[in-house]
Nanobody
Framework: QVQLVESGGGLVQAGGSLRLSCAVSGIIFRINAMGWYRQAPGKQRELVAIISSSGRTNYADFVKGRFTISRDNAKNTVYLQMNSLKPEDTAVYYC???????WGQGTQVTVSS
């Protein structure tokens, strides 16, 4: 059974930081690309960042220079370090096995102005 469990969300003031984690089980984590997505109220889910099995990263333009995706294959965990947060970053953040159908339950990030 595949499970993705996100954690680390919360309420933070603009300019602050949060670190999201996604613990993955039930798949061979190290061979899978992983992604972070987000969905704000009334909007479609959108890609935030992707990390390949080899560690290559790609970011949406709206987070470049502020967010960093990383992975720890020994812990089957993918991270999203979010700095310089803005109110428009408020959303539910999800991790995803790229190319698969597996999603976590999401973790709420709220940035106050």
């Amino acid at each position: 059974q595949v499970q993705l469990v996100e954690s680390g969300g919360g309420l933070v003031q603009a300019g602050g930081s949060l670190r999201l984690s996604c613990a993955v089980s039930g798949i061979i984590f190290r061979i899978n690309a992983m992604g972070w997505y987000r969905q704000a109220p009334g909007k479609q889910r959108e890609l935030v960042a992707i990390i390949s099995s080899s560690g290559r990263t790609n970011y949406a333009d709206f987070v470049k220079g502020r967010f960093t995706i990383s992975r720890d294959n020994a812990k089957n965990t993918v991270y999203l370090q979010m700095n310089s947060l803005k109110p428009e970053d408020t959303a539910v953040y999800y991790c995803h096995v790229v190319g698969g159908t597996y999603w976590g339950q999401g973790t709420q990030v709220t940035v106050s102005s």
